[in-house]
C-alpha cells in the first residue's frame, strides 16, 4: 500500500491507502474525489483524470506519454508543467507519499 493526497484548491486534502498496482484515477474513483471522472475507463480518451502533481512533496511523477499528451493539451482548466492523467500513474513505492491537486 502506498500513501496518496489529493489536494482542493482551497488547501483540503484527501488522503487514502491504495494498493500497489491500482491506477490513481481508479483510486480516486474509490475515495469519491470531486472533479476525476475517469469517464473513458482509463483509456486515454477523456482527461477526467486531469491532476497536476505536486512536487514540492518530492516526488515527481514523470513525463506524460504520447498520447497523455496530446489529450492534456485539451484538459478543461488548463494544464501545467506537471499535469497528467491519473489513469496513467499507477501505485508503486516511488509514488508513496505524492500530492496531486485537483480542482472542485
Ligand atoms: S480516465 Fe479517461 S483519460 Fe484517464
Redesign the pocket.
Given at each position: 500500500m502506498i500513501t496518496v493526497y489529493w489536494v482542493y484548491p482551497d488547501g483540503s486534502e484527501h488522503k487514502a491507502s491504495v494498493e500497489e498496482g491500482v491506477n490513481l484515477?481508479e483510486a480516486a474513483m474509490a475515495n469519491d474525489i470531486e472533479s476525476i471522472y475517469?469517464?473513458?475507463?482509463?483509456?486515454?480518451?477523456?482527461?477526467?483524470?486531469h491532476v497536476e502533481v505536486d512536487e514540492s512533496c518530492g516526488i515527481k511523477a514523470g513525463e506524460p506519454f504520447a498520447m497523455e499528451n496530446e489529450?492534456l493539451d485539451m484538459v478543461e482548466s488548463g494544464r501545467t508543467p506537471t499535469s497528467r492523467?491519473s489513469?496513467q500513474l499507477v501505485a508503486s513505492p516511488e509514488l508513496d507519499g505524492i500530492r496531486l491537486k485537483v480542482a472542485w
Open positions: 484515477m475517469g469517464e473513458c475507463g482509463g483509456s486515454m480518451a477523456c482527461a477526467t483524470c489529450m492523467l489513469c
